[in-house]
């Protein structure tokens, strides 16, 4: 049964790359009863262990999210920002963002000159206040905010904001709660700072020092009209990546998660993406190298405040996690 | 030799992330040479050559050659494919490939012919996306021989031209397994104290990840990197490296300055010719990795001149592979005779 | 089948010589009569029942390289001769010469290429020919300007029936010619092999001109584009769909009774064939049908992919059909009313 009321939770909560306090402490709290120990790594990663005395298997879902930081309040209230992680002017004009206060704003631009591109520089975030000391009070240069979107479902499929990756969390949180009897020692990390360049995971890899590493985390799909093209699809199951930007999954780790796919009838399909990396990309040249892989959930209109993902791959990729830990 | 090596070694493919499926050939040619075998867990192969002392020289040269991948299976018994590794996509049209599936399947990858295309269309270049493997197979019959992420290689029979030049896919950088394999030969006639590693390193076109984790295996106190560079051709700078006048040394921040002029002091005692080059930052080679492994490795870069790097037709002096491995067998061995805390200490 | 011989001869336009001598070998040991005709054409003939004149004819030559300079270092600058994609052309070994020197074609490291150079297709005179020297001396005993140069690509059998060389176009013509010639049909006809098509028709326009054909038969591989992304009304012809009737291309329009009957006479004897849909392009026939009095002319051709490059493909299938289609066409055509 999905679970949508956690996974409402987890997509609403503010969290971007850097400022991952809030859900670390709201995962926290769900797996507490479920971990023989949570350790907080000095970068921020969350550290969830089983232990066993057999294979050292690391499980890694990024905790944060895209957003934006401010760089300049003016004057008359206008604020400007940077983006954190993958975005850019085109996608950003006319959306609204929150912050950790909880106060709103909305993306506006300047007037554009004949034929002139739309910048970051060119947009700026009006939050809706003429209050110059309001405005002084409560926006301040480094704060970051994040898209305003509500969550909504259909019979199987949901729209939310930061799918990538809370529904990789969702995924090791329900692992976490259905732990399977085994005698390996499982890391379950929730990671900080994937959307900047991985760099949670980077540290991860190197403490726990892994026999076996599996990001989960969301990639694209080639279903839509005259999207990219790609074989994956919403509702094709749980999707075992072959190659990315960031990684050349091991040739025994693509088998091992093939095979376990298979003997546990869970339904899967290949994944070779074009661009963009996942936390196994440090993870697997960590110290003398760790053989890994990545399950990915596929996922419509990345990186925008509206990503789209099937709940029966969701299932199959938590079966396909729980099956190789075993 | 060294061609009988690189002529075997190069009809072979090794491509970045399935480098172990013919790894008993090139362990075939280390052996005589080498006293013991291991690998990182990335697959990059090392083979030391024990010496008296506690020293360790790690040579390093990638093993990993671009190739294709297999992202599906269409209609016709095509293939459309995503590269592994940069290609240079204008090398691949009109070429021989084979398909590493459940066997191993011949396939073109062709264009239309010039007589449906228009003088706008032929002046553009041809993307990776719009080119296909065909196999000559239905659907059908491809769906149980291939799958999606299988790999493929463009087929190209080692060449000789005029006198010592020979041209094949994967000089980049098996040329430098060469030179490994020649140095290790001529450290076989002497009794060197340094613990020297040789390292057939994984993945360096993906982005340098075998240097990165075997360099930390390895944990040396130096590393030799070995890679190919640009060798003259008529585009290029009239001052540019040339084939058959020696390998090319590397100057710059990711080379150790010292370390560096040892080498060339050696190769000038003993007549051996070099070129040389100026890299201000990056090197786009091993050594950006090796440099900063654990606490950081003094590295030089000695590279090989190849022309049309990235084709089917890499093209090299076999003369500047032997010079080069008979210049680090006797580096190598002048090492064991310095003091190299002096040389290395700044 | 003579096909896995005749693609690795080279034999570019102008310069068909060992090509034309594997021929000649080959009806000699037949016991053909033949003789070569002034411009290199040969001219064969299979004496049998007769009622009117035919001429079948395919083409010797192949598209190729001719060498135009050589640099102070070595290096072989090039032309086209016949129509090459320029994108076809790098990483690509040739053999040069009598001798067979061999080279590979080389271009700019695509490292070092500007993102301007990047946006558009080498042009040929960016691309030169690499041997493996290193001065201009050390070229010139081996090559010299006018020498030719082919495309070296081996012929390999793969997939489902199928068939990779250079120079299908149009080697498989050839073959099937030599096929019928080997047959001792009771049917008379010409066999001819012309010289220079790929160049301007040069070779058929004389043949035609000795031998004043009542039907040309010219026998061709011909355009084939039916990859993905490519619309079916794009594609010309379809590997695997049996032997090509042309309707109508740049150079001929073909009698249309002739080739209807033609048709007819593939579907009375079981031969798959299909209508060539594109009109670009042309052949021998282009000059027989126009040659002194003029001829009927009729196309069948081979459907090749990727023709004009290194690594054409055909099926063996095809080639069949074609073949059995060109020896009723000739029977037929022959009984007499």
């Known amino acids: 049964m999905f679970n949508s009321e956690l996974m409402k939770k987890l997509s609403d909560c503010f969290s971007p790359s850097g400022r991952e306090k809030k859900i670390c402490e709201m995962i926290m709290d769900e797996i507490k009863d479920f971990a023989d120990e949570i350790t907080i790594d000095p970068l921020g990663n969350l550290i969830a262990r089983k232990k066993g005395a057999g294979k050292k298997i690391l499980f890694s879902a990024h905790m944060d999210q895209i957003g934006l930081i401010i760089t300049h309040v003016d004057k008359k209230g206008f604020l400007r920002f940077a983006n954190v992680g993958g975005l850019n002017a085109k996608e950003l004009l006319g959306l609204r963002m929150v912050f950790l206060n909880g106060l709103e704003g909305v993306i506006c631009q300047e007037e554009l000159k004949d034929k002139e591109t739309l910048l970051t520089s060119k947009l700026f975030l009006d939050v809706a206040s003429t209050d110059e000391e309001f405005i002084r009070n409560n926006f301040h240069i480094g704060d970051m905010c994040v898209f305003k979107t509500e969550y909504y479902e259909t019979e199987d499929c949901v729209i939310c904001k930061a799918a990538d990756d809370r529904i990789g969390c969702y995924i090791l949180i329900e692992a976490l709660k259905n732990h399977p009897k085994t005698d390996n020692d499982i890391y379950y990390v929730f990671s900080v700072q994937e959307e900047v360049g991985c760099r949670g995971a980077k540290t991860a890899g190197y403490t726990i020092e892994p026999d076996l590493a599996i990001a989960v985390d969301v990639t694209a799909t080639g279903d839509t009209p005259d999207g990219i093209k790609m074989d994956v699809k919403l509702g094709g199951g749980a999707a075992i990546k072959l190659m990315d930007k960031s990684i050349i999954t091991h040739t025994d780790v693509k088998e091992l998660l093939t095979n376990t796919a298979e003997k546990n009838n869970i339904k899967y399909q290949y994944e070779i993406l074009e661009f963009g990396g996942t936390d196994a990309g440090p993870i697997h040249t960590s110290r003398e190298g760790v053989p890994s892989g990545v399950i990915s959930i596929p996922t419509r209109n990345l990186h925008t405040s509206g990503e789209i993902f099937n709940k029966s791959d969701v299932e199959e990729c938590i079966k396909l996690v729980i099956a190789v830990s075993k | 030799m060294l061609k009988e090596f690189l002529f075997d070694i190069c009809s072979n493919h090794f491509v970045s992330g399935f480098e172990h499926i013919n790894g008993d050939i090139l362990k075939k040619y280390f052996k005589p040479y080498t006293d013991s075998f291991e690998m990182d867990r990335l697959g990059s192969y090392i083979f030391k050559r024990a010496g008296s002392n506690d020293t360790k020289i790690m040579l390093a040269a990638h093993i990993d050659e671009i190739g294709l991948m297999v992202t599906s299976i269409l209609e016709g018994g095509f293939l459309s494919f995503s590269t592994v590794g940069g290609f240079n996509s204008s090398s691949l049209v009109a070429q021989d490939v084979t398909v590493y599936g459940k066997e191993n399947i011949f396939g073109v990858i062709g264009i239309k012919p010039p007589h449906l295309t228009s003088e706008e269309e032929r002046k553009k270049p041809l993307k990776i996306k719009e080119l296909y493997i065909d196999t000559g197979y239905t659907k059908e019959e491809l769906e149980k021989l291939v799958k999606i992420g299988d790999i493929a290689t463009v087929n190209r029979k080692p060449l000789s031209l005029q006198g010592s030049i020979i041209s094949a896919k994967a000089f980049d950088d098996r040329a430098c397994i060469a030179v490994m394999l020649e140095a290790a030969k001529e450290l076989k006639k002497i009794s060197h104290k340094s613990n020297v590693y040789f390292t057939a390193t994984a993945q360096e076109e993906t982005g340098l990840r075998g240097a990165k984790t075997s360099s930390y295996k390895i944990a040396p106190d130096i590393g030799i990197v070995l890679d190919v560079g640009f060798g003259k051709t008529p585009d290029m700078p009239a001052d540019s490296p040339q084939l058959g006048k020696g390998p090319i040394v590397a100057y710059g921040g990711r080379l150790n300055t010292k370390l560096t002029k040892k080498f060339v002091e050696i190769c000038k005692k003993y007549n051996y010719p070099m070129q040389h080059e100026a890299v201000p930052a990056r090197t786009g080679t091993d050594t950006d990795a090796v440099q900063v492994s654990r606490d950081g490795i003094p590295c030089i870069l000695l590279s090989i001149p190849l022309r049309y790097m990235h084709t089917s037709v890499e093209t090299i002096d076999i003369n500047d592979l032997e010079i080069a491995g008979k210049a680090l067998a006797r580096f190598i061995n002048e090492l064991d005779n310095s003091d190299l805390e002096e040389i290395l200490c700044f | ?337």
Do not use: W
């Open chain 3, 1 to 337: 089948m003579f096909l896995n011989e005749l693609t690795e001869l080279s034999g570019v336009s102008g310069c068909e010589y060992e090509v034309r001598n594997y021929i000649k070998g080959k009806l000699s040991e037949m016991g053909c009569e033949f003789y070569v005709d002034k411009l290199g054409n040969i001219i064969a003939h299979n004496k049998g029942k007769k009622n009117k004149n035919i001429m079948l004819s395919a083409h010797m030559d192949e598209v190729g390289l001719i060498v135009s300079n050589i640099d102070s270092d070595g290096f072989i600058k090039f032309k086209a001769v016949g129509g090459i994609d320029q994108r076809v052309l790098n990483s690509k070994v040739v053999v040069i010469g009598e001798n067979k020197i061999p080279g590979v074609i080389g271009s700019k490291a695509v490292h070092l290429m500007s993102e301007e150079e990047r946006g558009s297709s080498l042009p040929i005179d960016k691309l030169y020919i690499d041997i493996g020297t290193s001065t201009k001396e050390e070229t010139e005993k081996v090559v010299n300007i006018g020498d030719y140069a082919a495309f070296k690509s081996d012929y390999v059998e793969f997939g489902n029936n199928m068939i990779k060389a250079k120079a299908l176009d149009n080697r498989a013509g050839c073959s099937i010619i030599l096929e019928l010639l080997s047959q001792n049909l009771d049917a008379d006809f010409y066999g001819v092999f012309t010289v220079m098509e790929e160049v301007g028709l040069r070779g058929a326009e004389t043949a035609a001109y000795q031998l004043e054909p009542d039907l040309g038969i010219v026998l061709e591989g011909t355009v084939c584009a039916d990859m993905p992304e490519v619309d079916e009304h794009e594609s010309s012809t379809f590997i695997g769909k049996g032997a090509v009737l042309s309707l109508m291309d740049n150079a001929t329009i073909y009698d249309i009774e002739t080739v209807r009957s033609a048709a007819k006479i593939a579907e009375d004897n079981n031969i798959t064939y299909q209508y060539r849909r594109s009109t670009s392009g042309g052949n021998d026939a282009g000059v027989i049908h126009k040659t002194k009095r003029g001829a009927k002319v009729v196309a069948i051709s081979v459907p090749c992919r990727y023709i004009h490059s290194s690594i054409s493909v055909a099926s063996k299938n095809d080639i069949d059909s074609a073949l059995k289609l060109t020896k009723q066409v000739i029977i037929e055509n022959q009984k007499g009313e």
